[in-house]
């Protein structure tokens, strides 16, 4: 079984702060990987992916990816109370566009 | 362009009977894919069709199925339903043209089992 493991949090950062949500992976074969970002009650949308070592920029969120240490990670710059959502990592399963999710981490932005 | 959607949005069933759930990729996604959320288990993987083939299948029982028309609209059923099946059930679409795993996710149909 592929995991996909993140801290369930919940994460709690003042608003303006950074926010670092963590993920790991268990298949050394992965290639793709991605931040789905899901306020309660709605479906997941898509944050940001990543498939080369190194950082990856987009406005004020920046995914990390380590595949020899099996991580990757999204930071939250200049947190808002709307960014207070649970957050899921996804890595690309076998063929296909399936995805395996780890369960999310909750992150709460206080004002 | 539209989005991705789902039908119905809500569903209460009993043990033991069967349901289907629909689903509507965005225009020009020929992949669809299906997930179960629960609170316990997370968002879990069912299966994913392709030009209405089954590409890959996930870790549930036989009695999760599902199948793609060639407009590219998806039903999964399930029969025999148990109590354990309540969840929130994703659809989600993807582009041929698209990085590969960006999927866009329809709203979700509640399932729940009395």
């Known amino acids: 079984q592929k995991e996909v493991e993140q801290n369930s949090g919940p994460l709690s950062v003042p608003e303006g702060a950074i926010a670092s949500l963590n993920c790991t992976y268990s298949d050394r074969g992965s290639q793709s990987f991605f931040w789905y970002r899901q306020y309660s009650g709605k479906s997941p949308e898509l944050i940001m992916f990543?498939?080369?070592?190194g950082d990856k920029e987009d406005g004020r969120f920046t995914a990390q990816l380590n595949k020899a240490s099996q991580y990757v990670s999204l930071l939250i710059r200049d947190s808002q109370p709307s960014d207070s959502a649970t957050y899921l990592c996804a890595v690309n399963a076998e063929s296909g566009y399936a995805l395996n999710f780890g369960k999310g981490t909750s992150l709460l932005v206080t004002p | 362009k539209a989005g991705v959607t789902q039908t119905p949005r809500y569903l209460i069933k009993t043990r033991g009977q069967q349901v289907t759930l629909s689903c509507s990729p965005i225009?020009?996604?020929?992949?669809v894919s299906w997930y179960q959320q629960t609170p316990g288990q997370g968002l879990q993987f069912l299966f994913e069709?392709?030009?209405?083939?089954?590409?890959n299948k996930g870790n549930f029982p036989g009695r999760f199925s599902g199948r793609q028309f060639s407009n590219s609209r998806s039903e999964m059923n399930v029969s025999t339903l148990e109590l354990g099946d309540s969840a929130l059930y994703l659809c989600?679409?993807?582009?041929?043209?698209?990085?590969?795993?960006?999927?866009?996710f329809g709203p979700g149909t509640r399932l729940t089992v009395l």
């Open positions: 990543i498939y080369s070592n």
């Open positions: 225009s020009g996604h020929r992949s």
């Open positions: 989600a679409s993807s582009s041929p043209t698209g990085f590969n795993g960006e999927q866009f």
């Open positions: 069709y392709f030009s209405e083939t089954q590409r």
